[in-house]
């Protein structure tokens, strides 16, 4: 006698928070050029294999690796998930989980993983699919990783009322003196000699 066994798949989910099968932004600002251009940016994420290239170039710069001068390649030209930098960055996109600075009151500042949650429920990003991310960046998927940095541009202010949206409008249209401040944005400082040695390298 022959049996014959069936089995069971369930469908492979290749992301780990499933709330990105829905549209997660539901802008909390008035309609803008650069609310638009977020909203562009979020989309492509979600539902499709690819992000926009300036990310690209803000992974290689962060967590590339290696850069070999004669191939113009880095060892992760993604960007590396697991990377950790010295100072305790995690991740691609090298945020840190952890935070030991206080303000001038002594309290506790929040982590750059936090503060990023923060501005990205600000902006209107789910919040539930937020707070389902990790804390540790090591654990976030691409679409995870890539959600939090656009969420955490975005939502900042600086020098003037409308100075951000209007240099991340530039940067990602393709502007390449804002694309370097757009940058530093992310990375808050570019004090580091060895970091815009990369940037001029990566977007020269």
């Known amino acids: 006698m022959i049996y014959l ?3 069971i798949v369930p469908n492979y989910q ?8 829905q549209d997660l932004f539901q802008p909390t600002l008035p309609a803008n050029e650069a609310t638009s251009l977020l909203d562009k940016l979020l989309e492509e994420v979600q539902f499709t294999d690819n992000r926009d290239e300036l990310l690209n170039k803000f992974r290689q710069i962060e967590s590339g690796g290696k850069f070999n001068p ?15 930098s010295s ?7 090298q945020f840190k989980d952890k935070n030991i600075k206080y303000d001038k009151q002594g309290n506790l ?10 501005r990205a429920k600000q902006l209107g990003i789910d ?11 090591r654990q976030w998927t691409d679409d995870e990783a890539d959600i939090m940095a656009l969420g955490n541009l975005f939502a900042q202010s600086k020098n003037a009322p409308g100075y951000v949206d209007k240099m991340l409008i530039e940067a990602f249209g393709g502007n390449r003196d804002k694309q ?9 400082s570019l004090s580091d000699p060895g970091t815009t040695d990369r940037l001029k390298k990566i977007i020269p």
């Open 5 to 7: 066994w069936l089995w």
């Open 14 to 21: 290749p992301m780990s928070n499933t709330l990105l099968l």
């Open 70 to 84: 004669i191939t113009k390649t880095l060892e992760f030209p993604h960007g590396n998930p697991k990377a950790v």
């Open 87 to 93: 100072a305790g960055a995690k991740g691609v996109y």
């Open 109 to 118: 500042l929040h982590s750059s993983v936090q503060t990023a949650k923060n």
């Open 127 to 137: 919040k539930s699919f937020i707070d389902l991310i990790p804390d540790d960046p």
């Open 180 to 188: 370097h401040e757009a940058y530093e944005l992310h990375h808050t």
